[in-house]
């Protein structure tokens, strides 16, 4: 269980950590409206050429190959309740990491979430 609990750990660190890719390279790469989605191969050409764009997929991927060897080993109802855990390092590293605002009912909900994780991985 303990190598189950480390690919759990690394899957959701590489979910987190490709948040905050994405969220860095599609600042540089600009708001996408209807107008962009009209130029698909250029939106598509900007995208794959922005670094942190193809690291935060790069990032994803990773996490996912992770997920699926996490799905081989353990029971579903156990393994998935944990990736909730996603929803609150994404908002704190934001706000850490890249300046953003959390407000203080949003830090509610994230301590509900953590202690919700640990109700379930006790369970």
């Known amino acids: 269980m303990g190598n189950a609990i480390f690919l759990i750990l690394f899957a959701i660190a590489c979910s987190v950590a490709g948040q905050l890719t994405l969220k860095v390279g599609m600042t540089a790469v600009g708001q996408v409206g209807i107008s962009t989605l009209q130029q698909p191969v250029q939106l598509l050409a900007r ?13 994803y991927c990773l996490g996912a190959v992770a997920w699926l060897s996490v799905l081989s080993r353990v029971p579903l ?3 998935y309740p944990n990736l909730a855990l996603t929803y609150a390092f994404t908002p704190v590293l934001a706000w850490l990491l890249l300046g953003e ?15 919700g994780v ?4 006790r369970s």
């Open 47 to 59: 995208l794959v050429s922005t670094p942190f764009v193809a690291g935060g997929l790069g990032l």
């Open 77 to 79: 109802s156990i393994a």
């Open 118 to 121: 640990i109700v379930v991985s």
């Open 101 to 115: 605002s959390v407000t203080s009912l949003r830090w509610v909900g994230i301590s509900i979430i953590c202690l």
